[in-house]
């Protein structure tokens, strides 16, 4: 059994899950992710490894309600478990020493950013992290961040905590201190992984993403998952979830994501019903 | 004489209705139309069907026993060369197998054995069971990875020598193909997970949730205490056609089309929370079995129109006879000859149809069919809001990418002695269709079999 061993709310609709999962926390490593489920007919449900503790035996996710299935699982509470957890998936991050880099996270797409961060200041890398989100509420994990990075930019869409402005602005703010920049990782919301990688790609900075196209297996069995990288078809989940963020069509990828719209809107309704039923 | 009697109809839920609903087309043999069909075996001295049998199932013997109402012996018989039976008397091309070989069909038709198997399996799992009780423990471990039919059988077989056995696998279900893969109104979920829970009660331990190559190695395995282990991985890796607008909205393939409806339960949204999404006209491409299952599926799933697309001829389809016929007869149209060069979208990215080419047969290829060659000028559109690619599998490289040593052939598949199913790593075996690419159930059991009498024979010595 899968148990919650610990639970924090991070930030409105925003929590981090501890949990117990020995043998995947053994094998653990920055970049990759598992797959949950959480009852006999939910979804198998990708979500990224945000840190590993291989002595205790724990993983520990952090995950935004966005659906329906997302929803129940911030609903978790510690000493609850989960029928399923699957991990490590995914290729690990290429760890090394690049020299200066930018860890780039934006909303929950920190999470995924803190353990690849702390990994390359750990080979030695200067680490400069930029964390934006819409507001400052949003903004998540600041202190482990802090921790494992040199430096911290924080942007927010409103101004309402470090800089006013989106992620590239961050970027911006970085480079125009004359800053050589040998390497970014950007994760978060997909339109946000777009914009870095078109704003870095004139500049030739390689920029690796964190693509997350809706998966079933996440072992390379359906292709659900499979993102256009340059004239290449590659899987996600097995080739992934990092690509080169220059040669990722995101415009299909965001089609994509988009296309179970409807259904995910009937069961999220299905949900608020029975909700309301439970009186919940 | 017996044989003048003819072949007995297995009955089947009506045509119309049964398009409708995922519940089991073929209904099985009443007892008493079983002992009829059994009672047209000519009982041969030299028994051509036995040859045809991948496993070599003593199909005589159990035969007569259902034509004198024996019925668990008959089960009994066939499960000493089969473990599976109620699964292979519903899903083996008998057709090509055991049946094409049997005396009577050379003139009339053949006696219907996969429908007797199925009959004796069934009635021995609503009527008491034969339990194999497994040898005194040898105090030797062995892994198996995977659960698919392989190693389904191959555990089985350990277990039965004593030996302690763990299967690994990557799904949160184990079955293989049998769950995500063959839809339930072909293969009831509840009889692979009845023969499972048969290999659980002889001690077998089933780890699900285990990807190999992940979480473990085959190294890692037999560095941590496991004597031998055997590979099963199947040839889950879909091939995609490599053509513009193949990775549209609304196109599958077919392992995921399938895995949706069958492993995630689908076609019971919303009340399970996966979804899949059908178009009034589907195209599904190629002509195995595969393909008839996702066509079958996508009409059930709601779907007015349902194509298959194959670019040989009917005679070339691979699928099973039967399932070819159920498809028609449920209204899957066939465009033979014909194949898609682009998947068309739409402006929100959704698939909206496709330039089919026609094709004629040219010369035979390397393994004797003629080559489809496609006709210059004959493109033409077929509509499609859903197209489902269904061309072949081949074996996910998971386990065989990080397994240091372990010799393959250029298309990924595992090199073994055809004799031992000995990879060439010491201690490690392999089988089924990650050895020898998409093929049956029936010889990825005998395959697994063999494995595991070698692997009996490897652990005497160790
Ligand atoms: C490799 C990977 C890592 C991820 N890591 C995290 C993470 O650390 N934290 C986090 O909060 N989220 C993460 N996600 C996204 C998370 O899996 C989705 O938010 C979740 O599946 C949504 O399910 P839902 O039912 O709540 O929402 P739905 O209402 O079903 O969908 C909302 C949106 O989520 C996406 N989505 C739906 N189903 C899936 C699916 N099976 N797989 C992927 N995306 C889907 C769709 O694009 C959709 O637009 C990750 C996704 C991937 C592929
Ligand atoms: C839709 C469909 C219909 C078919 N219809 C028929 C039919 O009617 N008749 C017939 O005879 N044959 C049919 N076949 C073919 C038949 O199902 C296969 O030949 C057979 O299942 C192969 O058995 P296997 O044990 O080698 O592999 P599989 O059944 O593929 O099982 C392999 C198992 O290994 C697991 N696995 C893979 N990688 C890992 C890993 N890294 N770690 C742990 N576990 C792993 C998989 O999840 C899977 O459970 C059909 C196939 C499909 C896809
Ligand atoms: S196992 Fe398959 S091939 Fe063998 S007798 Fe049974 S149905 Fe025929
Ligand atoms: S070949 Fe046909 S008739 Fe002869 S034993 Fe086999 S099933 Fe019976
Ligand atoms: S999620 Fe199925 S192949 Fe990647």
């Known amino acids: ?280 | 004489m017996a044989s003048k009697l003819p072949r007995q109809e297995m009955p089947r839920q009506d045509a119309l209705v049964r398009s409708k609903n995922f519940k089991e087309v073929a209904l099985g043999y009443p007892p008493e139309t079983a002992m009829l069909e059994a009672s047209r075996c000519l009982q041969c001295k030299n028994p051509k069907c036995v040859k045809g049998c991948p496993v070599g199932v003593d199909i005589p013997q159990f035969v007569e026993k259902i034509a004198k109402g024996d019925f668990l012996e008959a089960a009994k018989i066939i499960k000493n060369k089969n473990l599976l039976p109620a699964i292979c008397g519903r899903v083996c091309p008998q057709e090509s197998q055991c049946e094409a070989q049997c005396i009577l069909g050379i003139k009339g038709e053949p006696v219907a054995i996969g429908r007797l198997e199925r009959f004796a399996a069934d009635y021995e799992m609503a009527h008491g069971e034969c339990k194999v009780e497994p040898k005194a423990s040898t105090g030797k471990k062995v892994a198996v990875i995977g659960s698919g039919p392989a190693g389904l059988t191959c555990a089985a077989e350990l277990a039965r020598n004593g030996h302690a056995v763990t299967i690994f696998e990557a799904l949160h279900v184990a079955g293989g193909v049998l769950m995500y893969g063959i839809p339930e109104f072909r293969l009831p979920k509840a009889i692979v997970q009845k023969e499972i829970n048969g290999l659980r009660d002889m001690g077998v331990e089933i780890k699900v949730n285990q990807v190999v190559g992940k979480i473990t190695s085959v190294q890692e395995l037999l560095n941590i205490g496991y004597d031998a282990v055997f590979i099963g991985t199947g040839a889950g890796l879909p091939y995609f056609l490599n053509i513009p607008g193949e990775n549209l909205c609304g196109v599958y393939s077919a392992n995921e089309f399938l895995t949706r409806s069958n492993l995630m339960k689908a076609y019971d949204f919303p009340n399970f929370i996966t979804p899949i999404k059908v178009g009034e006209q589907v195209a599904v491409l190629g002509g195995g079995n595969v393909a008839m299952d996702a066509a079958r599926t996508a009409l059930r799933l709601g779907a007015k129109n349902v194509h298959i697309i194959y670019r040989r001829s009917r005679t070339e389809l691979p699928a099973r006879l039967e399932e070819v016929e159920n498809a028609e007869e449920e209204g899957v149209e066939f465009h033979l000859l014909t194949f898609p060069k682009e998947i068309l979208g739409d402006e929100n990215g959704n698939v909206k149809g496709m330039i089919c080419l026609r094709y004629e047969l040219g010369e035979p290829d390397q393994s004797g069919r003629r080559m489809p060659v496609p006709i210059k000028g004959s493109e033409f559109e077929i509509p499609a809001q859903t197209v489902v690619v269904a061309i072949g599998q081949r074996p996910n490289p998971l386990v065989t990418m990080t397994t240091k040593g372990l010799e393959l052939n250029p298309r990924g598949t595992i090199i073994v002695d055809e004799k031992t199913m000995a990879t060439s790593i010491p201690g490690v075996y392999a089988g089924g269709d990650v050895v020898t690419g998409a093929a049956t159930v029936i010889l990825a059991m005998g395959a697994g079999k063999k494995a595991a009498a070698s692997i009996n024979e490897y652990l005497a010595t160790k």
Request: with cysteine; net charge neutral.
């Open chain 1, 1 to 280: 059994m899968y148990t919650v061993v610990k639970k924090r709310v991070l930030a409105k609709a925003i929590v981090l899950l501890e949990i117990e999962a020995p043998d995947v926390a053994k094998k653990a490593q920055a970049g990759q992710f598992v797959i949950v489920r959480q009852f006999d007919n939910s979804e198998r449900i990708p979500l990224t490894i945000m840190d590993y503790d291989r002595q205790k035996g724990t993983v520990t996710i952090v995950l935004q309600a966005v659906g329906y299935s997302s929803t129940l699982l911030t609903k978790l509470e510690e000493g609850d478990s989960l029928l399923d957890f699957v991990g490590p998936l995914g290729q690990p991050t290429e760890i090394k020493n690049y020299g200066t880099v930018l860890s780039v996270g934006g909303g929950v797409g920190v999470a995924p950013i803190h353990p690849i961060a702390r990994a390359l200041k750990e080979a030695g890398n200067y680490v400069i992290s930029i964390l934006a989100a819409k507001n400052k509420d949003l903004i998540i994990l600041e202190k482990e961040m802090r921790a494992v990075s040199d430096e911290i930019v924080i942007t927010t869409d409103d101004g309402s905590y470090g800089l006013k402005g989106f992620a590239t602005h961050g970027v911006q703010a970085v480079l125009d201190r004359g800053l050589n920049i040998d390497a970014i990782w950007a994760i978060g919301p997909m339109i946000m992984m777009k914009s870095v990688a078109d704003f870095t790609r004139p500049l030739g900075i390689k920029t690796f993403v964190s693509m997350n196209p809706i998966m079933v297996d996440g072992t390379g069995m359906c292709g659900a998952c499979r993102v256009q990288v340059g004239e290449e078809t590659k899987f996600a989940c097995v080739h992934g979830p990092e690509f080169d963020g220059h040669l990722v069509d995101f415009d299909l990828a965001m089609k994509r994501s988009a296309y179970y719209r409807k259904e995910e809107a009937m069961v999220m309704e299905k949900y608020k019903c029975q909700c309301q039923k439970e009186g919940i």
